[in-house]
């Protein structure tokens, strides 16, 4: 069975890792990069959204929850969240395959505090993948191959400029992504088994 969407209510799940290991389960995910806040997505209009007569909306359920958080002050304005098209991620596939294995060495190596985060206290699994390239050094024109792929399957993204006065939101691909530079050698090991890492080869 596939299903038509999964919406991800749940802290850190907006991985790039998540929608490709989904991508024959469901065709659309909505999920945050970085926590979210106690209340969650916005539950007034979510059931309009998907039960509606013009039939289910993930991209407006996804809107709608960065919204309520984009008007907040402090603490409060704070939200990641993207809605994917699964069934467009084999482009970015590729064009990740191409770019982990001519910039190995610079991933495997990268400083993590030269990437983009989405995590606050010491859960430090969690980056942006277009940041991740970009400090890996790709070109101009890698850099336009990476955006054109990803454009195929972002259907939304949104950001408030920073979270929980923890980090500031600079770059926003859409995805969270593992940095193996920061993980642990028992990580890389079960990384290794997921759909992501055998196509495109980042954990090598």
Not at 97 to 103: G, P, Q, S, T, V
Not at 141 to 169: Q, R, W
Request: with cysteine.
């Amino acid at each position: 069975m596939k299903l038509d969407y999964i919406l991800f209510d749940a802290c850190l799940m907006g991985g790039i890792e998540v929608a490709y290991q989904l991508r024959g389960k469901t065709s659309v995910v909505g999920f945050s990069q970085a926590e979210v806040l106690a209340e969650g997505l916005n539950y007034t209009t979510l059931t309009t959204h998907l039960i509606g007569q013009n039939g289910p909306d993930p991209v407006t359920v996804c809107r709608d929850y960065f919204e309520q958080y984009d008007v907040q002050e402090g603490v409060y304005r704070s939200a990641t969240v993207s809605t994917i098209n699964c069934d467009a991620l084999e482009p970015l596939a590729a064009v990740c395959r191409e770019l982990f294995e001519k910039y190995s060495d610079e991933i495997s190596s990268l400083p993590s505090g030269r990437v983009q985060r989405y995590y606050r206290s010491n859960h430090h699994w969690f980056y942006d993948l277009e940041s991740i390239l970009v400090e890996a050094g790709i070109t101009p024109d890698e850099l336009e191959s990476l955006h054109a792929a990803l454009d195929l399957c972002v259907l939304y993204k949104g950001h408030t400029p920073s979270f929980m006065n923890s980090f500031e939101i600079d770059t926003f691909s859409g995805f969270s992504m593992y940095l193996p530079s920061h993980g642990t050698a028992e990580l890389n090991k079960f990384y290794k088994t997921l759909d992501w890492n055998e196509a495109t080869g980042l954990v090598r």
